[in-house]
């Protein structure tokens, strides 16, 4: 049975509804039944083995890629309502299609997709919301960061910083038109 936790996005906005929630299985990683987000631990693991982080525009959210553990498998990775067929490697949408689409949710009744695109499964573009970390998991990401142990994606550094974190005023600050050359130093 999964540990029960509950979502700390449950109650931010209308959809809030009672818990408890859950840590469930998505593409070989455990994910938060109520808002997808990778568990805080696989999380830190994924950091530790030099996963990139890609910036958001937003202070609660983080993108991981990880390695899909079904690499090479085909996947899903397109669908379209097209008449007609898109390219050659498109193939008319069956039931077993439009099951795996929707990952085990009910098919609706009125769904449009009539063709599918498969490739093969590289990575998982997993998500992170970090209002799942506790205030030692707070400073542990901000350790990291200012250790210059996070691997994060284009442009290279958060251009909106976690909402626990802000910027450092250091002597020498890079001069507006010149983009900092390393991640930004932050506090708790």
């Not at 859950?22 to 987000?37: A, E, I, K, L, P």
């Not at 397109?78 to 299609?97: F, M």
Request: net charge neutral.
């Amino acid at each position: 049975m999964s540990e029960k936790h509950m979502c700390p996005r449950r109650a931010e906005g209308p959809a809030f509804t009672a818990g408890p929630d859950t840590w469930m299985d998505r593409d070989g990683y455990q994910v938060c039944s109520f808002c997808g987000s990778l568990k805080n631990e696989q999380f830190f693991q994924a950091i530790e083995a030099g996963a990139e982080l890609g910036p958001t525009d937003k202070s609660y959210k983080v993108y991981v890629d990880l390695p899909d553990p079904r690499a090479g498998e085909m996947k899903i990775t397109g669908s379209t309502n097209s008449e007609k067929q898109p390219g050659p490697a498109w193939t008319a949408a069956t039931e077993a299609d439009l099951a795996e689409y929707y990952e085990g949710r009910p098919v609706p009744q009125d769904h449009s997709i009539k063709w599918v695109l498969r490739t093969p499964r590289q990575t998982v573009h997993a998500k992170f919301y970090f209002q799942h970390l506790s205030d030692e998991e707070q400073t542990r990401f901000i350790d990291l960061l200012n250790a210059k142990k996070i691997k994060v994606g284009a442009p290279g550094y958060f251009y909106r910083l976690p909402f626990f974190t802000q910027r450092v005023i250091t002597d020498n600050p890079p001069t507006p038109s010149v983009p900092p050359k390393t991640p930004p130093r932050c506090v708790a």
